[in-house]
């Protein structure tokens, strides 16, 4: 027995077709535009890649992608140096590069059991933990690699401080190193150069904006800090800084 199908039904059957037929092109062309920004992000990823290798690395290193993702409207890149991966950032557009990132965190109240992180001088973060010690000495963490730029900058300076100190802190000097990995992973987030003065100051990047006679000051300011303004040879000279120190 044929089914009949009236006028009205008709039409309703059209309009549904024509609807899925909508959704269709909808899903398809909504899949074609993810997947050509997912092109032009891998693309400018990789245009990012090579201008580290051409302008920041020095000879002999390079730097291969490592992931590329979208992250608070820029593109957020894996730079692998060697043995280890960096995260690096750049515009949607491809002309703003940014070595590494800082999350700028809205300013919450905090309640009185929560560990609270202040700032002080030379822009080391300051943690509410006790100094911890090597022998009795204060321990001077400093990782960081050959291959990054702010690193080659920040290691001679710390170094050269250092040395004022000779026999007072216990320096672990993780350039080019996988050591003390357990200390690395609970003050950065994979940055570096990264700095752990006695595991209560701590800084993820070098003093390079402040220039390498402040850098110098703050550093040593922060050494006396620790050793108890010792040698008062050398510390005598920074109390303006100290006292600063929370």
Excluded at 45 to 59: D, G, I, P, Q, R
Excluded at 95 to 119: C, H, M, R, V
Aim: hydrophobic letters at 35%.
């Amino acid at each position: 027995m044929p089914i009949k199908i009236n006028k009205n039904s008709m039409i309703a059957i059209v309009v549904v077709v024509v609807l899925l037929g909508v959704a269709a092109l909808g899903y398809l062309y909504s899949k074609k535009q993810k997947s050509d920004e997912a092109a032009s992000f891998q693309k400018t990823a990789e245009n990012a890649v090579e201008f580290v290798n051409k302008n920041l690395l020095s000879a002999g290193s390079t730097a291969v992608l490592n992931g590329v993702s979208e992250v608070n409207d820029v593109i957020k890149i894996g730079l692998k140096i060697g043995d280890q991966t960096y995260n690096s950032y750049v515009t949607k557009d491809g002309k703003l590069f940014f070595p590494e990132g800082y999350e700028i965190k809205g300013q919450a109240t905090t309640t009185a059991s929560e560990s609270e992180t202040n700032t002080t001088i030379g822009s080391f973060m300051v943690k509410g933990d006790e100094i911890c010690k090597e022998d009795g000495k204060p321990i001077i963490y400093f990782f960081g690699s050959q291959s990054c730029p702010h690193c080659q900058w920040e290691h001679p300076i710390l170094e050269k401080v250092l040395k004022n100190f000779e026999g007072l802190v216990s320096f672990h000097n993780n350039m080019d190193s996988q050591a003390d990995m357990e200390i690395f992973s609970q003050y950065s987030d994979g940055g570096i150069p990264t700095l752990v003065f006695g595991c209560k100051y701590y800084r993820l990047g070098s003093g390079e904006s402040e220039g390498e006679a402040t850098e110098t000051q703050n550093l040593t300011a922060i050494l006396c800090k620790l050793t108890g303004n010792n040698p008062s040879a050398v510390c005598s000279g920074v109390q303006d800084l100290i006292s600063q120190i929370k």
